[in-house]
């Protein structure tokens, strides 16, 4: 079946930076959109960033669009989020999502079907 794992929140400086991983395994990686969603505490989940299964396409929400890049290694299964100049309003877990059908890019939370256990992102003012 399919797995998504996130690594490599944590808590840093308003100011600073951090990179998330996702490993993905159980689908053919290179053919599948990838997102990044998040939560905040008592709201709802949502969309951050999603690139393309070739990653010739990005798309970002406008609360981070200029300081979050998306990418993918698709010869190691992985999909990364590189954040920087953080906020504290960027506090929130953090979901790796892959939606139900391969050649599909797609940005809403109900068009993903697979989400990883998220990783946690505090940012101290």
């Known amino acids: 079946q399919v797995q998504l794992v996130e690594s490599g929140g944590g808590l840093v400086q308003a100011g600073g930076s951090l990179r998330l991983s996702c490993a993905a395994s159980?689908?053919?990686?290179?053919?599948?959109?990838m997102g990044w969603f998040r939560q905040a505490p008592g709201k709802g989940r949502d969309f951050v960033a999603a690139?393309?299964?070739?990653?010739?396409?990005?798309y970002y929400a406008d609360a981070v669009k200029g300081r979050f890049t998306i990418s993918r290694d698709n010869d190691n299964n992985r999909v990364y989020l590189q954040m920087n100049n953080l906020r504290p309003d960027d506090t929130a877990v953090y979901y790796c999502?892959?939606?139900?059908?391969?050649?599909?890019?797609?940005?809403?939370?109900?068009?993903?079907?697979?989400w990883g256990q998220g990783t946690q992102v505090t940012i101290d003012s």
């Open positions: 999502a892959a939606p139900p059908e391969s050649n599909l890019f797609v940005t809403g939370e109900r068009q993903y079907a697979y």
């Open positions: 159980g689908l053919t990686f290179s053919t599948y959109t």
């Open positions: 690139i393309s299964w070739s990653g010739g396409a990005t």
